[in-house]
């Protein structure tokens, strides 16, 4: 009994050491499948989530002021945004780099600040900027930024112009006719002052009293235009030129078109570079000569976006777009350029969240029966190239042979 007790003892002591090598192999195992678990994972990273946020901006830092390309990061409603490096940043009428909105702040903001973020010593409206952000959350619970649109604010003002101010560029909407101290001031934001000669109440350092030069208009695609997207202007009783100007038509600039000079009337009339001809008496008759703007006159209709701005005094809309409610023709003529503004601009991209691919274009044009023609920009990264490729017309769309007379250009 010995022998089998200490056989069975020794068994005992034999198999116990098995058993628990057996369990801790088995929990070794648990934890090395675990860590191969682990470990699949960690390189078979999920998909980026996207990421939508809007709200008002608290922070703004870029990474190194010096590097025009340079990312960094934006605090919007609380959650912090990477700006990644080389992002190209949409502002209403504008594009701009991170850095740049650094370098391009207006005159006041220390080097640190952008004049946009809530807590920004120069920003007096106590708010921030709204941003818009399309942007992918990734395993780490990064926000990594892919489209930024940023307005300083988004306020409007729409009514009928009651009064002009020639002497300094400005105008006023919503007051009592010809006063100039009632109605909401609004100047265009024009700072290479491609619509405008400004001056006097409400101008501080900037360019042609230009608040904020990131949020002016858009001096090549204008947005001071016309429901045909002609664009606008406003009279000047300052002295400008010389320039030179065909006046004649005849493609050559003759010795009579050189030095050439404009300064309009106390009444904004006799504006060579932006004549009341500009604005005939009839909708159905085009102007004069539609190589200069047409002026806006008191009792046109406009709807002015921008943002409100408090300079000496004096508080106004510092617009970046402004719509006049006026139809304005052009004629079909070599001389006379035609004008088209996108009032609606849709495209569908990937992934087609709603099970369509199309593209939607409302525009309307200065020409009564405009042929429209669309390119899209296409790019092949392997050689740095570009082709513009054709992708929507609508010539022949108006054919009874197709859709019908006005069904696509009406």
Known sequence: ????????????????????????????????????????????????????????????????????????????????????????????ANRLTLQQLFTNR????????????????????????????????NDNGNVIAGDVF????????????????????????????????????????DPEGRHTHQTGLGCGGGANCSADS?????????????????PMCIPSTFLRGPFDFDENHDFTIDPAETGLVAVGTKNGANDALCPETNRPNSASEPVADSRLFAPIQI????????????????????????????NLATLEVDYQPDYLVFDEVEWDVAGYQNERARVLMIGFTSLPDPGIEVFAMHSDPATDSYQELIMGTTRGCDSPLAAGLGSCTA
């Open 1 to 92: 009994m010995s022998y089998t007790t200490n056989e069975t003892v020794s068994c005992h002591h034999l198999r116990q050491p098995e058993y628990f090598t057996w369990r801790r192999m088995k929990s070794s195992g648990a934890l090395l499948l675990g860590m191969l678990v682990l470990t699949y994972h960690s390189s078979s990273l999920s998909a980026p989530v996207v990421n939508m946020v809007a709200g008002e901006v608290e922070r703004i830092t870029v990474d190194n002021p010096a590097d025009t390309w340079s990312g960094g990061t934006m605090v919007v409603g609380g959650q912090n945004i990477i700006i990644p490096r080389n992002l190209v940043m949409d502002l209403p």
């Open 106 to 137: 207006p005159e006041g903001c220390p080097a640190d600040e952008t004049g946009l973020a809530k807590g920004d010593s120069c920003n007096g409206s106590f708010t921030g900027a709204v941003a818009t952000i399309l942007a992918n959350r």
């Open 150 to 189: 940023l307005d300083k604010a988004t306020e409007a003002v729409t009514g009928i112009i009651t009064y002009i101010n020639y002497d300094e560029g400005y105008f006023r909407v919503n007051g009592s006719d010809g006063d100039p101290a009632t109605g909401a001031m609004i100047r265009v934001n």
């Open 214 to 230: 990131r949020y002016g208009v858009d001096p090549d695609n204008y947005t001071f235009t016309a429901s045909t997207g002609y």
């Open 299 to 326: 009792g046109d209709h406009v709807n002015a976006e921008g943002n409100f701005e408090t300079i000496g005094g004096a508080t106004f809309l510092s617009a970046h777009t402004v719509h006049v409610s006026v």
